[in-house]
């Protein structure tokens, strides 16, 4: 994985709440071609998932609504994130265990079934969290939108990481939990 750069990452995760403050000034077509620009420059290290993703959106624009395809850019984000997490359980290590690594480099038995587990629970938060957006892309207004897109996903994300972190914690202080299937 490649360096992550503050600007696309911060502009990222603003973009529910800029689209919200910006739409009435700027329009939707501005900001879905702002968002499949946002998309490629955000995740250059998924840059054939973030392609399809992007024209995915501007197909969506093109054949549909333009507000739809910029309401879209947290579906593509949480599919793109799928994608990545869920190719990774089936080739090379789980995403999850090469954070794991960067760490502990011998990493034991109990700790890469650990972190696949982990992966595939990141798989489950993507896939649902995506619903959800697809769901407020379709049928919310732009306010509520971006109230869930732009706010409460990022809660949902941090309560993921305590949790996992948490959970982490009690299965470091309980070594044979680990083993069990």
Known sequence: MGKLTPLPLLLGMAWPLLAWWLH???????????GVLLLAWRLPDARRLA???????????LLVDAELGMRAYPVAINAVMLGLFATSLWRGRPIIERLARLREPRLPPSGVRYTRRVTQAWCGFFLANGAIAAWTALYADLALWSLYNGAISYALIALMFCGEWLCRRRLRREPASCTSP
């Open 24 to 34: 009435d000034a700027l329009g939707s077509w501005p900001l879905l071609i702002g």
């Open 51 to 61: 392609a399809i993703a992007a024209g995915v959106l501007l197909l969506t624009g």
